[in-house]
C-alpha cells in the first residue's frame, strides 16, 4: 500500500483542520492495516499523535487529547485526523503510518503535510 498524506496549512491557533490519508497504489483499501498519525516538530523528535490499535480502539498522545479525533470513513480508503483547538505547539510536519496488525513497527509511511499554527 502507498499513503498520501493531505490537508495541512497555516492556522490561527484556536482554529481547525483536517488531515487526510488516502491509499493509492495497488491497495485501495486500508482494512487490513492498523494506521496512526505522527508528527515531527523541527528539532523534536517524532512522536504519536493519534492512532488505531490491532482491536479498533483508539490511542492518543496526552498532549492532543480531546482536541484531536482519528477516524475513518466507513470503505476504510481513507483515515483522517480532525484536529481542532490548534496550538502553536501543534506546529509539525504530520506523518500518516500503517502497519500490519501483528507487527509492532510502522513499515508504511505517507510523505508528510505540514501544519503551522500561528499564535
Known amino acids: 500500500v502507498q499513503l498520501q498524506a493531505s490537508g495541512g496549512g497555516l492556522v490561527e491557533a484556536g482554529g481547525s483542520l483536517r488531515l487526510s490519508c488516502a491509499a493509492s497504489?495497488?491497495?485501495?483499501?486500508?482494512?487490513?492495516?492498523?494506521m496512526g498519525w505522527f508528527r515531527q516538530a523541527p528539532g523534536k523528535q517524532r512522536e504519536l499523535v493519534a492512532a488505531?490499535?490491532?482491536?479498533?480502539?483508539?490511542h492518543y498522545a496526552d498532549s492532543v487529547k480531546g482536541r484531536f479525533t482519528i477516524f475513518t470513513d466507513s470503505a476504510k480508503v481513507t483515515v483522517y485526523l480532525q484536529m481542532n483547538g490548534l496550538k502553536p505547539e501543534d506546529t509539525a510536519v504530520y506523518y500518516c503510518?500503517?502497519?500490519?496488525?501483528?507487527?509492532?513497527?510502522?513499515?508504511?509511511w505517507g510523505q508528510g503535510t505540514l501544519v503551522t499554527v500561528s499564535s
Open positions: 503510518a500503517a502497519r500490519l496488525p501483528h507487527i509492532g513497527q510502522y513499515n508504511v
Open positions: 497504489g495497488r491497495t485501495l483499501s486500508l482494512s487490513s492495516y492498523v
Open positions: 488505531f490499535t490491532a482491536s479498533g480502539a483508539t
